[in-house]
């Protein structure tokens, strides 16, 4: 499947800055998903619809050693990735009798999340492409486009989250689009839509982050280490445009609990290089003068 859209890329800025930027002639809402993993059952529709929507490869039935997890991590091919935790207590069988527990149920939790690209303020993929393959969308999302990609791979490492890797087939690189074309028409991502129990709500980034705010206000009693994740805009990534409601810390999820784009400082880092070529430049000439002049 080819994905093209003819926009200019977004520059690296300011968390501020980067989202009231122009992402292209045609500027929309910069849109997003919120994810809610209190209300994740695993059921996996999300993987499927963005499957079939998006004409991805399934992954096979091959047994992952990860639970209920086929998918295993988001990749070319898979653009959702439904994480099973299980946090349960382990009991041995002698254990079991002596407490007389017998064929109880252990105590603990199953913890689901629905993972994707975080579609973020400050894109080390959109920076790093030298081809211009990656762009932001008049959406606010980042998008590879297909026929433009050169496969080259240097949007795997500038990426913090591990999302992007090599569509074999294809020789180039996939990710979450957001399902740009659906949003050109007015319809909601294939896994929104899909999503049985709204744990996956999309719309206007910055209304999801009140929706969020307001969620984990509802939930931090019952759930003690419920937090929010990518809803600071100025975390190392300036905010993503998609955002979770976790039960615990990130990491549990397989998540980085302070990702920072790797490009985040090049601005920074450009302008000492410049002042310290100049006082080079002016050291070498200073050096000339002098030794002319004796």
């Known amino acids: ?131 211009g393959a990656i762009i932001r969308s008049e959406f606010g999302t980042v998008v590879i486009q297909e ?31 957001l399902c740009y074309d659906r949003l050109k028409v007015g319809d909601e991502p294939a896994c929104a839509k899909a999503c049985p129990t709204d744990s996956i709500q999309f719309g206007p980034v910055d209304e999801l982050r009140e929706r969020a705010e307001r969620r984990l206000n509802q939930v931090h009693q019952r759930f003690e280490g419920a937090q929010l994740y990518l809803t600071n805009k100025d975390d190392g990534i300036g905010g993503g445009g998609s955002t979770w409601l976790l039960l615990d810390r990130p990491e549990v999820y397989g998540l980085p609990p302070d990702p920072i784009v790797p490009t985040k400082y090049l601005p920074e880092m450009w302008k000492a290089a410049g002042v310290a070529m100049a006082m080079l430049a002016g050291g070498v000439i200073f050096a000339t003068v002098a030794g002319v002049r004796k």
């Open 147 to 177: 026929d433009v990609c050169n496969g080259c791979g240097y949007c795997v490492v500038a990426c913090p989250f591990g999302v992007i890797t090599e569509q074999t087939q294809e020789g180039t690189m996939g990710k979450c689009t």
């Open 1 to 131: 499947m080819t994905t093209f859209i003819d926009l200019t890329r977004l520059p690296s800025l300011t968390s501020a800055e980067a989202e009231a930027a122009t992402y292209g002639a045609d500027k929309q809402q910069r849109m997003g998903f919120f994810t809610d993993t209190t209300l994740c059952i695993g059921c996996k529709a999300c993987e499927v619809a963005c499957k079939e929507w998006n004409e991805l490869p399934q992954d096979g039935y091959n047994f992952t050693g990860m639970s209920y997890d086929n998918t295993g991590e988001l990749n070319g091919y898979s653009w959702r990735h439904v994480a099973f935790v299980e946090q349960f207590e382990r009991t041995d069988a002698s254990t079991a009798l002596s407490t007389g527990s017998g064929g109880s149920a252990p105590k603990g939790r199953w913890l689901m999340e629905s993972d994707v690209c975080k579609h973020c303020t400050h894109a080390g993929c959109l920076d790093v492409c030298p081809t």
